[in-house]
């Protein structure tokens, strides 16, 4: 089955504490994202990649990392979680980085952070 | 300014009826429009992809886009109760970087 998975589905973690998200796709997609969707603001992206060992910032990259060593993974790390990062974060994946309406991005099922 | 403005709802309504949910956006690049249904507790999924302006139907979805009103609009006829989710508007201007609206949680009502 063609899907994005991430791993853990949720997680309670203290500030300070460094956590990794993984993010992992089955379909050979070239271009990865992670979003953060909170309420009243919708979903904005914190940072893409459009191949392996190419990644740059979304709209909000701050306190965030990522790498993308092979073509499936994309990993999100937060190396010194704040509260302000408690959110509901998305991965997800497309063809490639072009827009069309035959490339569509599929999202996983999410990944609940709390950051007490 | 919100480059994407999407009424957040809730919006409740009897089984059957005729939903309408709307964005507006600023960004005139904007070329590619998008509606993605989001179930509680799951990710976001492509409902209705549209290019420019214009309608396109699907079943009992119609999603319209006025380019020169900057506003897009999604209908569902006949709705049902498994049509309640979060419904979430995103716009792109050609790659794949997508800007979504706030969401509307919509409630159909047996």
């Known amino acids: 089955e063609a899907q994005v998975t991430q791993n853990p589905r949720y997680l309670i973690t203290v500030t300070g504490k460094k956590l990794t998200v993984t993010c992992s796709q089955n379909?050979?997609?070239?271009?990865m994202s992670w979003y953060r969707q909170d309420p009243g603001l919708g979903l904005r992206q914190i940072y893409y990649?459009?191949?392996?060992?190419?990644?740059d910032k979304g709209d909000v990259p701050e306190g965030y990392k990522v790498s993308r060593k092979e073509k499936r993974n994309f990993p999100l790390i937060l190396e010194s979680p704040s509260p302000n990062q408690t959110s509901l974060y998305f991965c997800?994946?497309?063809?490639?980085?072009?827009?069309?309406?035959?490339?569509?991005?599929?999202f996983g099922p999410g990944t609940r952070l709390t950051v007490l | 300014q919100k480059e994407v403005e999407q009424d957040p709802g809730p919006l409740s309504v009897p089984e059957g009826a005729i939903v309408s949910l709307n964005c507006t956006y600023s960004?005139?690049?904007?070329?590619?429009f998008m509606w993605y249904r989001q179930y509680s507790r799951k990710g976001p999924e492509l409902l209705m992809y549209?290019?420019?302006?214009g309608n396109k139907e699907d079943g009992r979805f119609t999603a319209q886009v006025d380019k020169s009103s900057k506003y897009i609009s999604l209908f569902i006829r006949d709705s049902q109760p498994s049509d309640s989710a979060t419904y979430l508007c995103?716009?792109?201007?050609?790659?794949?970087?997508?800007?979504f609206g706030q969401g509307t949680r919509l409630t159909i009502n047996p």
């Open positions: 997800a994946s497309s063809l490639d980085g072009r827009t069309s309406l035959d490339n569509e991005q599929f």
């Open positions: 379909m050979n997609h070239e271009y």
């Open positions: 990649s459009m191949n392996v060992e190419v990644t």
């Open positions: 960004n005139s690049a904007f070329q590619y």
């Open positions: 549209t290019y420019s302006s």
């Open positions: 995103a716009m792109s201007g050609g790659a794949q970087k997508l800007v």
